[in-house]
């Protein structure tokens, strides 16, 4: 086995997004822009050799070939050891717990998220730090600037690695180590939750509950977890094998993409809880018996209740939200007490709070929940805090939220997606509303008055540094908030991103339709931007 070096050139477009690189497969596939982007990753980073790499994917197309590619990458670039998940599998959340259990100096994790799969479908990769979290700002812009110099890469040449059986192996002075993806994950969630009185709830004869992995990576954990250790029968589980293009479908657990799960949940004889996860297993949905939690209210409600379960019983040191995730969490946190932190989108911002111990749960709209046992969101572990609650208050989800409704008051809230639109229209709808900005406040639509219109900007405060343009937010005298921003994590045109809320402390007027309590804010929206105009749409295509 030889260490050869490869010539290569420069690509301009790998600048990471909101989380890593996500392009097309065949964007991926043109020569050395996998090895370009890797070798990027390790030149902008020091002090790596001799140590360990976590390595893993959610097991979409192309994620062999890549762990294939990123292991002989590493041996050449003079990692000590690699652990890599069995079939080149490991859950975002998982490749984070293990990151930090075995002190690893980082981790690749191949995935575009809740994107579809498949050869005509996108891939992603991201790095994450030694916290075993998103590659902070400052890495992602330094991986971007190699990217556009970069001029060779150093690779070794040997046969395909076997990924398929346990145990450790060689290549050449770089020990392979292919771990079971599923076994350290499982043991962290035993230690948070209290998996017998879980058990006892699920075993009752008196609950029900379906799971949906969407033919993702969350099926073997869902196996093991719920199945072996809690005792939730087969039928329980949904599309629970995993298949490279997630079964033809679009593994993002929402009412649209979830429908199969939300129509179960629905119908007549529903069962008790109803939950999904992501393609690569960070985000969740969680659904009652005909009734649907929205994320931020997911937040706001852990966040109430965590004392009741056993990894959090101690209480909470604070909360942090994405700016767009809505304000249910801050109730919750003025009351108990504790600090809150409004962050940009991208759990990546997390990182520094969670590590300073300024915030122990943290959420975004995105169905993304999560706390300091990892860096990453996580899906699996929203499931089982929704189950450990279940167990202990014995009250039906939808007693649930309401009572903490009728306590905290409600926030009305939705998200509108306008996916893959012209690129050129959507910056032209945010660049006017920029322009608007400073105009805006004092206007009056209806009954709504603007309070105050900014471009968020967010100073991060442990290391001091800034982001700027992370979305135009107005807000009304009312404590309504309206946000624009564009995605970054689409691989097609643009995606425009409507976040809505309004706040109602009133009980009596706290179960209508999120559209309906809504609508004269949609129709601000419209007003304001120019939506129709800017997208050529009618409506959006996503409403969550
Ligand atoms: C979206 C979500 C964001 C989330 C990101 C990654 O980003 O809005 O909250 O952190 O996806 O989630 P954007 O830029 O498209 O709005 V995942 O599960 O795709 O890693
Ligand atoms: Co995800």
């Known amino acids: 086995m030889n260490n050869i070096e490869v010539p290569t050139q420069p690509y301009s477009d790998q600048r990471p997004g909101t989380s890593g690189l996500r392009k097309k497969v065949s964007v991926f596939q043109?020569?050395?822009?996998?090895?370009?982007?890797?070798?990027?990753?390790?030149?902008?980073?020091?002090?790596?050799?001799?140590?360990?790499l976590i390595v893993g994917g959610d097991g979409r197309y192309y994620n062999r070939q890549a762990v294939q590619v990123i292991?002989?990458?590493?041996?050449?670039?003079?990692?000590?050891?690699?652990?890599v998940g069995r079939g080149g599998l490991l859950s975002t959340p998982a490749a984070s717990c293990i990151i930090r259990k075995y002190n690893a100096f980082g981790g690749i994790i191949l995935s575009a998220s809740h994107n579809p799969a498949g050869p005509q479908g996108d891939f992603g990769i991201k790095y994450n730090i030694g916290n075993g979290g998103p590659a902070p700002e400052k890495i992602t812009e330094a991986i971007y600037e190699k990217s556009r110099q970069i001029q060779r890469y150093l690779t070794v040449d040997c046969d395909d690695i076997d990924l398929d059986t346990i145990g450790e192996q060689q290549l050449g002075s770089m020990t392979i180590d292919v771990i079971d993806p599923v076994s350290d994950y499982a043991a962290l969630m035993r230690e948070l939750f209290d998996f017998d009185r879980i058990h006892a709830l699920i075993n009752s004869g008196l609950f029900t509950m379906r799971f949906d992995a969407m033919h993702a990576i969350t099926g073997p954990y869902a196996v093991e977890i719920f199945e072996h250790q809690l005792g939730v029968t087969p039928d329980a589980l949904m599309n629970a094998q995993p298949k490279e293009d997630f079964g033809g479908g679009h593994p993002d657990p929402n009412l649209v993409y979830?429908?199969?799960?939300?129509?179960?949940?629905y119908s007549a004889n529903a069962p008790d809880f109803g939950a999904a996860s992501d393609g690569d297993g960070d985000r969740n949905m969680i659904l009652g018996n005909r009734c649907f939690i929205t994320p931020s209210d997911s937040l706001a409600v852990l966040a109430a209740n965590a004392h009741l379960t056993p990894g959090y019983r101690h209480g909470l040191a604070g909360i942090a939200r994405s700016m767009p995730t809505s304000q249910a969490a801050d109730r919750v946190a003025e009351r108990l007490g504790i600090e809150l932190h409004e962050t940009p989108t991208g759990w990546k911002f997390f990182g520094n709070l969670l590590d300073a111990g300024k915030a122990t749960l943290c959420g975004e709209e995105s169905f993304g929940t999560g706390s300091n046992h990892v860096r990453e969101k996580d899906g699996l572990w929203a499931v089982l805090f929704w189950l450990n609650l279940l167990a202990v208050r014995k009250e039906s989800v939808h007693d649930i939220i309401s009572s903490h409704w009728q306590s905290y008051g409600r926030n009305y809230y939705s998200r509108h997606d306008y996916e893959g639109v012209s690129a050129d229209g959507a910056g032209q709808l945010i660049?006017?509303?920029?322009?608007?900005?400073?105009?805006?406040?004092?206007?009056?639509?209806g009954g709504y008055e603007?309070?105050?219109?900014?471009?968020?900007?967010?100073?991060?405060?442990?290391?001091?540094?800034?982001?700027?343009?992370?979305g135009i937010r107005i807000g009304f005298s009312d404590g309504s908030r309206m946000v624009f921003r564009l995605s970054g994590t689409g691989t097609e045109g643009a995606t425009l991103r409507l976040y809505l809320e309004r706040f109602e402390p009133d009980p009596s007027k706290q179960s209508l339709d999120a559209q309906e309590a809504l609508s004269d804010l949609i129709g601000i929206a419209e007003q304001i931007a120019q939506i129709r105009h800017h997208t050529q749409r009618e409506a959006p295509t996503v409403i969550t």
């Open 30 to 52: 043109q020569k050395n822009y996998l090895e370009n982007f890797v070798q990027s990753i390790f030149d902008s980073l020091e002090d790596y050799q001799g140590k360990t």
């Open 258 to 265: 979830a429908k199969e799960l939300v129509d179960v949940l």
């Open 431 to 445: 660049e006017e509303l920029r322009k608007l900005n400073g105009s805006l406040k004092g206007k009056s639509y």
């Open 450 to 470: 603007i309070e105050f219109s900014d471009d968020f900007a967010y100073t991060d405060p442990v290391d001091g540094s800034v982001s700027e343009h992370q």
């Open 71 to 83: 292991l002989r990458m590493a041996a050449a670039n003079g990692f000590g050891r690699v652990m």
